[in-house]
């Protein structure tokens, strides 16, 4: 607990910096159309244009909300942060996204009320405080016929991961694992990986996202 409010604390101060020198219309613009962009290179955006129901786990403070404002889903967005982002960003506002709802609260703490077409968790899943308890109510939150859509920092060296687990050599992510324990977390709760891209490829990790249906 004590190293994820130790993330929490990096990952606002990380927000703050990053948005220092940019502008405010360019960012949302470019950031919007990342998001539209990422979900056509998975071959998702057909679903995504049907579902009637959306989650965003782990939204930050630029999540799916700013497609949504093209897509007017019903799109429900989960973050811990997303009062201090409100109080402390001055780029984000959830009056900006009036066909969002925003819920502040962990996504451990989501309680599982509703079932969703098409589940998000874009670059979060690491950085909650109890994983088991996160993937549960991130597979718990897809419908039968769904679909989720999550994105994973994996590592590639089991020497490093094994080292990060020990140091804080990446303090923004409590959770350290490879791609196929990442695949293991969907797996073992009757998913099924159908499609596995890499977006990004670097040193210690490749940028995966991974597209998973409940198995019938």
Not at 104 to 125: H, L, R, W
Not at 184 to 204: D, L, N, P, T
Request: hydrophobic share 40%; charged share 25%; proline share 3%.
């Amino acid at each position: 607990m004590i190293r994820w409010k130790i993330a929490q604390w990096f990952e606002l101060k990380w927000w703050k910096n990053y948005l220092t020198s940019k502008s405010k219309p360019e960012y949302i613009a470019w950031k919007t159309n990342y998001w539209l962009s990422l979900i056509d290179s998975i071959g998702q955006s057909q679903r995504v244009s049907k579902a009637k129901t959306i989650a965003d786990f782990g939204c930050g403070p630029f999540g799916l909300a700013l497609a949504n404002n093209n897509w007017q889903k019903r799109l429900v967005a989960i973050d811990p942060l997303l009062s201090k982002y409100e109080s402390q960003i001055s780029f984000f506002s959830k009056a900006d996204y009036p066909a969002t709802s925003f819920i502040t609260k962990a996504i451990e703490e989501f309680g599982v009320n509703e079932k969703f077409d098409v589940v998000f968790c874009m670059n979060a899943i690491n950085h909650v405080h109890d994983i088991e308890k996160a993937y549960d109510v991130v597979c718990g939150s897809c419908a039968e016929t769904g679909r989720i859509i999550i994105s994973i920092d994996a590592h590639n060296f089991a020497f490093f991961k094994h080292l990060f687990r020990l140091l804080p050599g990446d303090i923004l992510h409590p959770y350290q694992f490879d791609l196929k324990e990442y695949k293991a977390f969907m797996e073992v709760r009757g998913f099924k990986i159908i499609k596995e891209h890499c977006s990004k490829r670097e040193f210690f990790f490749d940028h995966y996202v991974l597209v998973a249906s409940p198995q019938q």
